[in-house]
């Protein structure tokens, strides 16, 4: 092994006692004083450090090395927003994870040793299994979590007392003799007593003596420190030396008692937000405290204040605008708990409540918002619900009244089909306002239908916009949206904003590229060091497409069909590139010559034909803004690649076309189509902080 380097294993005999918290952050500690960090989540089973990180989706696991899908752990590296740390994700709700075979889990602790790094932090499972005992003892470090709770202190003396055992077992091996008598004195004795490991020694000393000799090594250099989290009381702390007494009277083992760290609703708070703690709350007493753990974890208890200074201040130049990461998958099947967690999150639950908010909010939970209105839909954030509202652009009015009849899903699915007194209105185009007073009432008819009221309160807002509109057009929207009574708006480009709903690393002098394809537009962004490197955008999108593909089939086929069919097989059969065998698909229309219904059969590679040009047109704007990009910066998109976010992301072999355009690898996001409205969302919790962000408000009174 290398002796340079540092391999923390951190484990705890039973869960919930905040070892993945500890372990994460303590990886990021490490990392800001500038060493080369890798924190791994060994927990097999359950995994959740990622979360700890604010890392919310995992590209690929332990799990694709240990059956064969990748060659190398390298290979499964991620960055982090942090410098220096990277990560590699455990699994999780896979049957069978967590039970390797021997041949695998050797097999990931040869790998595990080949890793290059200064520190490399493993967050283990809970519990005692010989996995988790294997990997504990394995390192060259030790670092046990418990907490004040009498069933923790049984399970963190038990862990020990285990690993004691198995190291004997291991040691002893293929001396039958000695292995029945350590056999023997597992349990306690019929009147109680503790077999003291010294006494156990004596007895097979006679059987083994170089083996003893050996256990002896074992035990003056196996000295796992002790942290005793979630204090509520100062009589709790000395729970820990009394666990120090305890395992040096009867396993003969020196443990460190590094410290102990006060229950802080701190922390509950960071792991709801998803960002490690020490980031999100940096004042904390409990961050504090975890400062205080770490110069005594690197022998050097004299060098608190440089510790906490250095890192105090690596934190607030690099992570001053932390936002989770995505990984480059739409695999939904790495770890089913993630995407759980977002669902139960989402879920709409029956309140039975007597209030007459909206469902039983309180009226603050108005006091921000955050709108995506675009061409094809229209997405409504509020500040701790998420998002409330996703519906189509769409509203449909009586034209002699002006009555809403239907708006969103239901008047789409009135489009086409409404009698001539019914008209089914898109108010925007190109996600420019074409009918103010139709805007305006179909946000407030969103508004209703989201609040259950017709009470707004005055809130701050941040509506997202596209980078192609001119001074005129921003401040409309601006205005708009003072006139439903907002106290504050503020504009922030979609490309932008879906960067950071896609939790690339914004704030780090690395660049990141997100390109947006929405209904009514395309826009690209590379940003760096929280500010915008360069951005190209175009008024080409999803219902241009549409569009062709209507003209194509009333040109060559004298066929015609509605924009809901359009936009049906553009979906299900539209293709940027050949990615597989073309197929014939069957759909129906009106035959222009004749005036009367029928079906017509086509093919995937007309409909390619078809959206040929407004492809090549998003290529362009793609390959314009690369060629604005400084060289400096250019690299950085070679290694890190491009974002798809919107729902044009998803148009197949869209991403290959542009990886063969350009050579650089593309990924789509997970929440493509929710990133815009999700990272204003985001920008909510702070307005000081995100304001570098906003447009400039001075652009929108120019000319």
Not at 279 to 291: D, G, L, W, Y
Request: aromatic share 8%; charged share 25%; glycine share 8%.
């Amino acid at each position: 092994m290398n002796t340079q380097r540092k391999i923390w294993a951190v484990a705890s005999g039973k869960g919930g006692v905040g070892k993945s918290l500890l372990a994460s952050n303590f990886a990021i500690i490490l990392a800001n004083l500038g060493k080369v960090v890798i924190a791994v989540d060994l927990d097999l089973g359950n995994a959740n450090m990622h979360t700890c990180l604010g890392i919310k989706y995992p590209r690929k696991t332990i799990i694709d090395f240990l059956g064969g899908e990748v060659k190398t752990l390298e290979e499964l590296l991620l960055d982090t927003p942090i410098y220096n740390l990277r990560f590699i994700s455990g699994s999780g709700g896979i049957v069978g994870s967590a039970n390797p075979w021997h041949a695998q889990k050797m097999k990931l602790i040869r790998h595990l040793e080949q890793l290059n790094a200064d520190h490399i932090v493993l967050d283990l499972g809970a519990g005692t299994t010989y996995n988790t005992v294997d990997f504990f003892l394995g390192a060259s470090n030790h670092i046990i979590i418990t907490t004040p709770e009498t069933t923790s202190i049984q399970s963190c003396y038990n862990f020990i007392r285990i690993c004691v055992f198995r190291k004997l077992q291991s040691i002893f091996q293929g001396n039958y003799r000695a292995l029945d008598v350590i056999e023997k004195v597992k349990t306690p004795t019929p009147n109680g007593d503790i077999y003291k490991i010294a006494d156990l020694l004596k007895e097979i000393r006679e059987y083994s003596s170089e083996n003893c000799v050996l256990f002896e090594e074992f035990q003056r250099s196996f000295k796992p420190f002790l942290i005793m989290n979630m204090v509520m009381k100062n009589p709790e702390i000395k729970l820990g030396w009394g666990i120090k007494e305890v395992v040096k009277r009867y396993l003969d083992i020196d443990i460190e008692y590094a410290g102990s760290i006060f229950f802080d609703n701190s922390i509950r708070e960071s792991l709801a937000a998803e960002v490690p703690h020490v980031v999100h709350s940096p004042k904390a007493r409990s961050t504090v405290e975890i400062f205080s753990l770490v110069p005594f974890l690197l022998g050097d208890a004299n060098d608190t204040n440089f510790i906490k200074e250095t890192v105090d201040r690596e934190l607030k130049r690099t992570n001053k605008t932390y936002a989770r990461r995505i990984v480059e998958s739409n695999r939904l099947d790495v770890d089913p708990s993630i995407y759980a967690v977002d669902k139960i999150k989402t879920m709409p639950v029956h309140e039975f409540s007597t209030s007459a908010g909206f469902f039983s909010f309180k009226p603050t939970s108005w006091s921000k918002i955050a709108i995506d209105m675009g061409t094809s839909n229209t997405l409504i954030y509020v500040k701790n619900r998420g998002i409330i509202l996703n519906e189509p652009s769409l509203l449909s009015i009586e034209e002699n009244t002006g009555k809403v009849v239907a708006l969103g899903h239901e008047a789409k699915a009135m489009t086409g089909r409404a009698h001539s007194g019914i008209k089914v209105i898109s108010p925007l185009e190109s996600s420019v306002i074409t009918d103010y007073s139709d805007v305006k009432k179909m946000i407030m008819e969103f508004i209703r239908l989201a609040k259950r009221s017709t009470i707004l309160i005055r809130p701050n807002v941040i509506m997202s916009i596209q980078p192609a509109l001119t001074s005129v057009e921003r401040r409309a929207f601006t205005e708009f949206i003072k006139d439903l009574g907002a106290r504050e708006v503020n504009l922030v480009y979609e490309p932008l904003a879906a960067a950071i709903g896609a939790g690339l690393p914004v704030d780090i002098p690395k660049a990141s590229m997100v390109v947006n394809l929405g209904g009514g537009s395309i826009s690209a962004i590379v940003v760096s060091i929280s500010g915008i490197v360069t951005m190209s955008s175009s008024r080409v999108g999803g219902k241009l497409m549409d569009h062709h593909i209507v003209r194509y089939l009333r040109d060559k086929h004298s066929f015609v069909i509605g924009d809901q069919t359009a936009e049906w097989i553009k979906i299900n059969y539209g293709q940027a590139k050949k990615i597989d065998r073309d197929s014939r698909f069957v759909i129906r229309g009106q035959d222009i010559s004749q005036g009367i219904p029928r079906m017509l059969t086509i093919s995937t590679a007309e409909i390619r034909e078809a959206i040929e040009k407004p492809v090549n047109d998003c290529l362009k704007v793609i390959l314009n803004l690369l060629e604005k990009v400084p060289p400096e910066l250019s690299g950085d998109l070679v290694d890190r690649g491009m974002t798809l976010t919107g729902g044009g992301a998803y148009l197949k072999g869209l991403n290959a076309l542009i990886t063969d355009r350009t050579g650089i690898k593309v990924r789509i996001a997970p929440n493509a189509t929710t990133a815009t409205v999700e990272g204003a969302g985001r920008m909510l919790n702070d307005f000081n902080l995100y304001r570098r962000f906003f447009v400039d408000h001075t652009d929108m009174h120019e000319g």
